[in-house]
């Protein structure tokens, strides 16, 4: 996450209606590297036709990192329900994505990176959710 | 949605992982409308500090019914569980940009109109839903 | 273009700073079925080596085409040099695009129609900044 | 930019078509740190009649900043003339935006922050239309 942004970011925290500003920064951080990880997985791949699934996946888990980002750094358009049911999208997203980065690891070392950042992409998630049932 | 894109989506129906295609169809349909709706509501406003969470919240929905189309434009990417989950997520999302949508629409007639779109995004989402439960 | 946005910008003609309504909406239409084939043609590709060019410009060219559309659905933001110098990066970038997808139309039937409307896209950006430079 | 996007672009450096690796990640890193502060600029304000050009203008900045991210991030797709046409843009949408968020820097700490990352972002699209030229 930009340095601007997080400072930004502390001026609206009241804004922010309840949510954990550590671990919303994390998951913001998370998002922007799972989509850039995503991003170039689908785009440099030497691509054979067992890789097109993965590319697709790759693609569509890049768009809703981004999505997801922008969701948390609108701090006008906090809604609970809405957040949490993103949240709970991007898990399954991340987690499907990497499951078929992984299986393309022997054959591609950008696979095998992408799921590495997938995972944790869907874990800093978890902790979003689980953070919003508590508080 | 487009002619070309949907005699392209035509020519990949066995790709499709048992997907209604007439459903899917009517849901990209739902979704482009859904994002032309919240952009143009969201950066046409009349903007009042009344009026800053509905801006924020219908950008959140452009954004997400985006990446919700797109998912559904890539036959190589279909997995049910991420579809599934981000259906989910949308129809969450179009109820809540509709809720604050029409307690605006007193003061803004383009706000009146965009949560008559998002209702109708979220209803062509749980078609999706119902029909992924039964396929 | 969905009814309802076309509504909500006749609504807001005099916040579009002389652009021409027509020509606009013409555009919108344009680039949001350049996304959609765009996004298709890179998602549904049996992908092999040559593939990935056209795949990764394909990819390319939806993204712009979406921003491309959000700044004229955002009667707002009409900034004048802003608009003339993202029309021009469209028209070049549909160009590119088209004629990949065109060197690539004999093995991919999606390859053809998706040049066609690259093209065609790429035509109405065109018009947009030919009534600029009038109006 | 996030380490892993990093190393992958380093390992497709040969995909690049001559483009500079070290001018190019630092475009990555000011686009993304564009989006970021755009999209909490526009999605934090105290919105007032004032700020709505602001606001709609920082979005589109945002999303041409994410565009352009993504161009930089496909090493499959690189073509010349398309990056060309993008980073003139993204220099005339920064300079834009930046000039409009400086006017309302005495109303909002957010829009002077903004402005500087924008002017920062249309310096490094500067540095890569410069380096395409002489490369």
Redesign the interface.
Known sequence: ??T??M???E??SD?MQGMDLAVMQEC?EAC??CE??C???????????E???C???C??A???A??M???M?????M?G??M???H??M???CM??AD?CEAMAGMS??CA??A??CRQCAMACQKMIDSMLVG
Chains 1, 2, 3, 4 share one sequence.
Do not use: F, K, W, Y
């Open positions: 996450m930009s601007t942004a400072q930004m970011m001026m609206h804004a913001i922007a590297a850039q990880a991003t170039m997985c689908a785009g440099a791949m030497a691509i054979t036709p890789m097109a699934m590319a697709a996946m693609q569509n890049a768009d809703l981004n999505t980002m922008r969701t750094l609108r701090p006008n358009g809604n329900p809405a949490m049911a993103m709970q999208a898990v399954v997203m499907s994505c078929e070392a950008d990176m992408c590495e950042v």
